[in-house]
């Protein structure tokens, strides 16, 4: 099992950026694909970004793509989404997952090993 410790939510205005840091223990990464979810009041978790650990290819949902960037630092054990432009709707506690294999990367009930959030929130 891999135990994850998301940081570097907070309160932002739009069209700030923030950086969030997903810390990994218990072990290595380097062959997990990562993702990130994201869950605002009163709606389902839902997919933001991914990065396979073999190719290092990256998915975005729509509605954060050319905004958003997930990477990855496999010697430090660590995942990163740096987020710019935010909006509004970004507000939401921002989970980090970890899995290896799985076939359909934005059903979060894809992902077994997940962090306990951060909060993103972005006033207008």
């Known amino acids: 099992q891999v135990r994850l410790i998301e940081s570097g939510g907070g309160l932002v205005e739009a069209g700030d950026s923030l950086r969030l840091s997903c810390a990994a223990s218990?072990?290595?990464?380097?062959?997990?694909?990562m993702g990130w979810f994201r869950q605002a009041p009163g709606k389902d978790r839902e997919f933001v970004a991914y990065?396979?650990?073999?190719?290092?290819?990256?998915y975005y949902t729509e509605s954060v793509k050319g905004r958003f960037t997930i990477s990855r630092d496999n010697a430090k054990n660590t995942v990163y989404l740096q987020m710019n432009s935010l909006k509004p709707e970004d507000t939401a506690v921002y989970y980090c997952?970890?899995?290896?294999?799985?076939?359909?990367?934005?059903?979060?009930?894809?992902?077994?090993?997940w962090g306990q959030g951060t909060q993103v929130t972005v006033s207008s």
């Open positions: 218990g072990r290595a990464i380097s062959t997990y694909n």
């Open positions: 997952a970890a899995r290896q294999g799985g076939v359909s990367y934005t059903d979060s009930r894809e992902w077994y090993d």
């Open positions: 990065i396979m650990w073999s190719t290092g290819r990256t």
